[in-house]
């Protein structure tokens, strides 16, 4: 039987992208597209290492997140979850699947495009916290 995180995340599993919403210091919240990957119960995204959510994510690691349309139109349930930014082997799943659900993008093209500006690819754990769904 799934636990709750794992319920709560299970419409996304086959979704492409998910609006996050990052918070300012100010409580302003900022919405922005990412790609996500859920293994059981929780999920990965990547960023870079300049990136302003992740950024707002060291400073406040509340968060929110709703599937979402590749331009980033929110298409379903809020869910509220804490993110986490990943270090040194916990990385290594969160890189393989991300490769693995999106071969081209993942696999090739983000981890190139960082590489060639000089970017740290960086990858973020989200877990849903309790009365996650909205």
């Given at each position: 039987m799934m636990n709750h995180a794992a319920q709560i995340l299970e419409p996304f599993v086959k979704q492409w992208a998910i609006l996050l919403t990052t918070y300012k210091r100010d409580g302003t919240p900022v919405g922005t597209a990412v790609n996500?990957?859920?293994?059981?119960?929780?999920?990965?995204?990547?960023?870079w290492d300049t990136a302003w959510?992740?950024?707002r994510i060291r400073n406040n690691p509340e968060v929110e997140f709703v599937p979402c349309t590749p331009l980033g139109r929110p298409k379903g349930p809020t869910?509220?979850?804490s993110a986490r930014i990943l270090e040194g082997e916990e990385l290594a799943p969160a890189r393989r699947l991300l490769?693995?659900?999106?071969?081209?993008m993942h696999?090739?093209?983000?981890?190139?495009a960082h590489r060639l500006?000089?970017?740290t690819t960086m990858h973020i754990e989200l877990?849903?916290?309790q009365d996650a769904l909205q």
């Open positions: 996500i990957v859920v293994e059981g119960d929780h999920a990965y995204f990547r960023t959510k992740l950024k869910v509220r979850a490769a693995r659900k999106y071969p081209l696999g090739i093209m983000v981890p190139l500006r000089g970017y877990r849903p916290v």
